[in-house]
Every structure is written in structure tokens, then in C-alpha cells.
């Protein structure tokens, strides 16, 4: 059933638990997958009911079902009825406003996050909310769209029987959180690249308007950015404090890493927002110092005139007795005058160095 909100004020008034799906459509039509493995096997497929997961639920293999596209609500629906999982939590799955949060319950734990890539030419964000739903042997990873995001993962399923092959369903989850928040980094060093070029045009050239709307963009951007990263690392302290049987004690070392990593990315997005503030003083003292050459200029100008209008305010009155007005040389001295003030006042200004 394809039912879809594009903002949270729209679902207002419908009672707790209500499944509509609530924010950009992704992709149109869902499309799930199923990867379970062992030690020794492994399956891979692609699935057009999730009954056809059924025959795994009593497997002591791992079940990793992969959900692309979360406008099929009939399909989250089947999944909360197969695996009694809370209206709640199904709910939030299809709501892709979240925040990123670990919740955890009786038989299973849930887990929303947000992955964050650069765009190739300016620099700009696409988020994909990314929800993760972990039972004792399945993990179900709900997607928006369909993408490359899980690729390394699969491969290492596929090419190996190491540690990932052989630990449980918390280890498969540790590597999906470790994948998202990897990313980052890739946002890190295009996000570095943005600031580096923005500090090279107000440093060596004049700043020009599109200079503040490119300031302004990036300022909202890691405010956006700081509101999705700052979170996971108070969600993988959550799972560390975790007593849930589904997390076993000898991944938290791995989900330290994650935390380390997490750290690391808030830390660089504050630091980039102090340089940001930097970058718009410079900005503004940019603009300033350029009023304040250009009001420099006008006020000495201004000064040169003020004596030439003095005189010609003089003379040109109409009083009848101005002996200067009967004098034969009075024009040719008066041009004199008009020419050697404002030589006197440019080599004066030379001189104070206000030129």
C-alpha cells in the first residue's frame, strides 16, 4: 500500500502508531533482499514477500534482510506481525524525520541513524535515514532508497570466513554502524575542501556577494550536519550500557572504535563552524575596510571642494561694494586660487598618508 506524508505537521491529529510513511519518496517501489550466513555458507537474494524470510526464523545462522524504499507500509506491517515488534517502533522505521536513537526492548533492539554524503560539484548533503531492527539472528536494515551503501559489507560476507562470518547478529551490527559512520569522513575532507577554497577567495581577492551566500550555505549545512552526527555518539554509548543478551560483551570494543570515529567526525564539524564564524568576520572586516577606502576617498575629495565652494559662495553674492568684483585680475587670480588649493591639500594629504 503506497500511502506517503511529506512533512510531520500532516500526520497531526492521527492517534500513536498510525503507518504512513512520512517524508521524501526515494524510491518508488520497495525492493528487499535477504543475505544469511555462516561459518561455512552462505545465501543470497533477492526476495518479493518477506514470508519468504519464514524459513530462516528458526536458522542459527545470521539473516540479513535488506529493505530499500519504505513506502510499501503493508510490508513493515508483516514484519512488526512476524516478529512481534512494538507499533511504535514501526512507526518511527517509516517516519524519515527521526533523530538518530538506540532503543532497546525484551527481544530485540532498534537503531535510527542518518547517513550523510557529499554532493560531487558544490558542496551539499543528501540524507538517508538508515533504521536497523536486530533479533537474536536477524537484522532487518531499512533503507530509503536503493545504493551502494552496504556493498563493502556484502563483499566481505561474500570473500571471507573471518570474524564477520563466524560472531553474531550484534557483530553484523557494529559493521553497519562502523559503514555510516565511516562516511562521514568522505563529508569531512569535501567539506574541508569547500572552507579551503572559500579561504582563498577572501584572502587573496576582493569579496564579491556570492562570498556571504556561500558562507550563509555552509554555516546552515554543518548545522544540519552537527544536528545528525552529534547523537550517535550518545547512541553507541546507549548500546555500550546496554544489559541486552543481544549485545555481546566482546563487540564493545568494536563499538568503542564507532564511538572514537563518531568523536572525531563531531569534533571536526565543530572546529569547521568556528572557522566558518572566522571566515564571516573576515568577511564583514573585508567589506568594512572596503567602505571605508571608498568613504576615504569621497572625503577627500569632499575636503578639496569645501574651500572652492567657500570662494565661489563669496563671490558670488550680489552685494554692490566687493572691491575684488572691479579688480582687472580678480578671475585670472580667483583660477589661481581654484588650481593651487587643491595641489596644496593632495601633497598635505600625501604626506599625512591619507592617500
Known sequence: MFESLTTLSE????????????????????????????????????????????????SDTVTWVIIEGLTDVDIVKRIGTMFDIHQLVLEDILNTHQRPKFEEYDDHLFIVLKCLLPETEQFSVTYEQVSLLVLKNFVFAFKEKKDDLFQPIMQRIRSSNGRLR??????????????????NFILIDSLDEAITSLEDVLLTSEPVKNTLNTIQKLKREIIRIRRHVSPVRELIAEMLRSESPLIDPKTHIYLRDVSDHAIRVTESIESYREILTGLLDIYI?????????????????????????????IYGMNFEYMPELKWQWAYPALWCVFIILPIALLVYFRRKKWL
Open 11 to 58: 500526520k497531526s491529529g492521527l492517534p500513536p502508531g498510525s503507518l504512513i510513511h512520512v517524508g521524501d519518496v526515494r524510491e518508488a517501489v520497495t525492493q528487499m533482499s535477504v543475505i544469511d550466513y555462516g561459518a561455512e555458507n552462505i545465501k543470497e537474494h533477492k526476495i518479493q514477500s518477506i514470508d519468504e524470510i519464514l524459513k530462516y526464523k528458526e
Open 166 to 183: 563466524n560472531l553474531k547478529a550484534d557483530y553484523l551490527t557494529y559493521s553497519i554502524l562502523d559503514t555510516i559512520v565511516d562516511q
Open 285 to 313: 572586516s573585508s567589506v568594512s575596510n572596503k567602505m571605508n577606502e571608498t568613504m576615504k576617498v569621497l572625503t577627500v575629495f569632499a575636503s578639496i571642494f569645501i574651500p572652492l565652494t567657500f570662494l565661489t559662495g
